[in-house]
């Protein structure tokens, strides 16, 4: 037998042997196999919670950003209303002050005129100004019926303020449609027949003007000439009474008061306010005559009970604004809410 027979016989071969070091060898690949995969996971599973948590990180952010913006825009709106019952208070005070001093008028000498900058309220800072009213032209007196010279009067003065503005006093006629009760169209006017034409079509109100936006819809008007407007014609009081503070009224609103108030003695009516009686108006030697004969007309005053205050209220980056009219009872001096809108 040689030797190797003999070695086979005496350690006769192991089945097993050829098939275990064939194992060995996949195992330590398939270790290094796992290993790798095992490692791919590891860094795949970091890439995911990296990414997760920048997505977090961002959402987190996004949604923090969120909630202080809500957060802002809540406290904002609060101090607007706050701000709506600061401006009661400062016009109830103005109140008590005349009846105390026994001066009941209001000028833009009064402390209510005064705008207020960016004065600490809360967490926010408001601006605020209030304004008189009775400094503008009533449109809603145009709906008046009854006595007509009294209704051609109040027209003649709308459009005497719409030239003076250089607008066309023929826009004043669909004003008055708009506002009067009839469906019968002024000489330049219109009624609900020309917006039923219109495409989309509506009615005329017939009813007083709600806001002074609505002037929009009304029959050649456009945003531009309502822009222009604002500042000299209110629809406040909403029943149409329209007597004018002498002591607040613009130039032009003096002026479309009478045809004979012309510049300079409108100009004039500024110098010497304010007036504490309308009876001081005879202070006015150039246009004491007309005053004294517009008086029983019961078309100005020396006083005010309807104003409007526009707010900002900035908390953070988030600022909101509003407008409200306020309704004065001239007997207690406490005011109602006639309108509020955010801005
Ligand atoms: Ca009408
Ligand atoms: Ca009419």
Do not use: C
């Not at 207020?116 to 408001?126: E, F, N, P, Q, S």
């Not at 936006?213 to 000299?232: A, N, S």
């Not at 009516?269 to 009686?277: A, E, G, L, M, V």
């Amino acid at each position: 037998m040689q030797d190797g027979q003999k070695d086979r016989l005496s350690h006769p071969p192991d089945p097993g042997a050829s098939r275990r070091a064939a194992p060995r060898t996949a195992e330590r690949a398939k270790g290094r196999d796992e290993r790798g995969v095992a490692l791919l996971l590891a860094i795949l599973v970091l890439a995911l919670l990296v990414a997760l948590i920048l997505e977090f990180d961002t959402d987190a952010r996004r949604e923090y950003r969120e909630a202080a913006a809500f957060r802002d825009n809540f406290k904002a709106t609060v101090l607007t209303r706050a701000a709506v019952q600061a401006a009661r208070a400062v016009l109830q005070q103005d109140h008590l002050r005349d009846k105390q001093m026994g001066q009941m008028y209001d000028a833009t000498t009064d402390l209510w005129a005064f705008p207020i900058t960016k004065y600490a309220i809360g967490d926010g800072l408001m601006s605020a100004q209030i304004e008189d009213e009775r400094s503008k032209l009533n449109l809603n007196d145009l709906a008046a019926s009854g006595d007509p010279n009294t209704k051609k009067t109040k027209v003649l003065r709308v459009k005497r303020l719409f030239t003076l503005l250089q607008l066309n006093p023929d826009l004043v006629d669909g004003i008055v449609d708009w506002v009067d009760a009839d469906d019968i169209p002024e000489a330049a006017g219109a009624e609900s027949v020309y917006y039923q034409a219109l495409r989309p079509s509506y009615r005329a109100a017939n009813a007083p003007l709600q806001t002074p936006r609505e002037l929009r819809l009304i029959k050649g008007m456009t945003p531009e000439i309502v822009d222009k407007l604002l500042q000299y014609v209110t629809v406040y009081p909403q029943d149409g009474e329209s007597r004018i503070n002498v002591n607040t009224a613009d130039l032009l609103v003096l002026q479309a008061l009478d045809p004979r108030i012309s510049q300079s003695t409108a100009g004039e009516i500024i110098q010497s306010r304010p007036y504490k009686t309308i009876y001081e108006l005879d202070r006015v030697s150039s246009v004491a005559d007309i005053m004294r004969e517009l008086r029983p007309l019961g078309l100005y005053e020396v006083k005010s009970n309807i104003f409007s205050a526009r707010m900002s209220l900035t908390v953070n980056d988030t600022t909101k604004s509003g407008v409200v009219v306020l309704q004065r009872d001239e007997a207690t001096g406490n005011s109602t809410v006639q309108y509020f809108r955010f801005l």
